[in-house]
């Protein structure tokens, strides 16, 4: 059974950081591309990073510069910092993952992964 747990959000001030990890189990950790999503109240999910099972990165131009994706494929975790937060990086962020295959480079759409996590909020005030 796949699991992906994140963790590590909370309410922060603006100009604040937070760090986001996400555990994975029952995957093929290694092997898998990893995501990171976000979904704002009255919005729809948007891509926020990926990261590909050779450490490739991708970001999502409303946060280039500001957060930074990582994995570790020893403790299959992939974590998200994220820095210089706005009240519109608030949101329900999730974890998503996807064996790789053929895939080589890490997808930004949503409906090319396969599993997901519950969620975490991140809440950053003005």
């Known amino acids: 059974q796949v699991q992906l747990v994140e963790s590590g959000g909370g309410v922060v001030q603006t100009g604040g950081s937070l760090s986001l990890s996400c555990a994975a189990s029952?995957?093929?950790?290694?092997?898998?591309?990893m995501g990171w999503f976000r979904q704002a109240p009255v919005k729809n999910r948007a891509f926020v990073a990926a990261i590909s099972w050779s450490d490739r990165t991708y970001y999502a131009n409303a946060v280039e510069g500001r957060f930074t994706i990582s994995r570790d494929n020893t403790k299959n975790t992939v974590t998200l910092q994220m820095n210089s937060l706005t009240p519109e990086d608030t949101a329900v962020y999730y974890c998503?993952?996807?064996?790789?295959?053929?895939?080589?480079?890490?997808?930004?759409?949503?409906?090319?992964?396969?599993?997901w996590g519950q969620g975490t909020q991140v809440t950053v005030s003005s």
């Open positions: 998503a993952a996807r064996y790789a295959g053929s895939a080589y480079y890490a997808p930004r759409r949503g409906s090319e992964y396969d599993y």
């Open positions: 029952g995957v093929s950790f290694s092997t898998s591309h």
